[in-house]
């Protein structure tokens, strides 16, 4: 697994691997870091361009598509992303990454029901993977499955205790379930962690605990 460089360092990284593929333009993994690179820097263009060159080089690249797919749903372009997430999973249909994230443009649109099932599936092929769990908390509380989005956000917690996300899911989902005094510990652990708790969500809950 490749480091994630400082932002100090991403100008270097860049040179780096720029180099890299003006030497070896056929470089797949070259041209998928370098639009991860640009990507981080915000250079999101340059970062569309590599990633699409990586898949031109290389039809089975489902880690560029699942990241171009990412910067597309980041802009909007949900379509697109949807598209590149599909055929990630045509190559691959036990990605639970892509399942995730086909469920999240579902969540986007309103079709919650067709999201949940995506993150199901994924937790179903990844049990350990948080991101499907912390969408399921979100998920379910929508529709106000409120058991259900406790469950989700346990698991979440349970896989990482110090998850500043995760904790404040929790505590949202079992606000919703009634059990106040167990939604004040954790999202005091959520503020704690560093989470920026929404203030309308502490009034509320200070107004339940009153």
């Known amino acids: 697994m490749t480091a994630t460089p400082k932002a100090a360092d991403l100008g270097a990284v860049i040179d780096e691997l720029a180099k890299v593929v003006a030497e070896k333009p056929n470089n797949v993994m070259a041209r998928h870091h370098l639009g991860l690179v640009y990507r981080q820097a915000g250079r999101i263009d340059e970062a569309i361009a590599q990633l699409e060159k990586a898949i031109e080089l290389d039809n089975q690249s489902m880690e560029s598509m699942i990241n171009l797919g990412a910067i597309f749903f980041d802009r909007g372009e949900t379509d697109r992303a949807l598209e590149l ?10 990605m639970a990454e892509a399942h995730v994230n086909i469920g999240l443009i579902n969540q986007h649109r309103g079709e919650v029901d067709q999201a949940i099932a995506c993150y199901a599936r994924a937790v179903q092929i990844d049990p350990k ?3 499907a769990w912390l969408n399921l908390t979100s998920a379910y509380t929508m529709i106000e499955e409120d058991v259900k989005a406790v469950d989700a956000a346990r698991q979440a917690v349970t896989l990482e205790p110090d998850s500043p996300m995760a904790r404040n899911n929790l505590a949202v989902a079992l606000y919703f379930s009634g059990e106040y005094q167990e939604a004040q510990r954790n999202m005091e652990k959520a503020k704690e962690l560093g989470y920026s708790v929404d203030p309308r969500f502490v009034d509320a809950l200070k107004a339940k605990l009153a």
Request: glycine share 0%.
């Open 85 to 94: 997430n599909r055929r990630a999973l045509a190559i691959s249909p036990d």
């Open 129 to 131: 993977l948080i991101t």
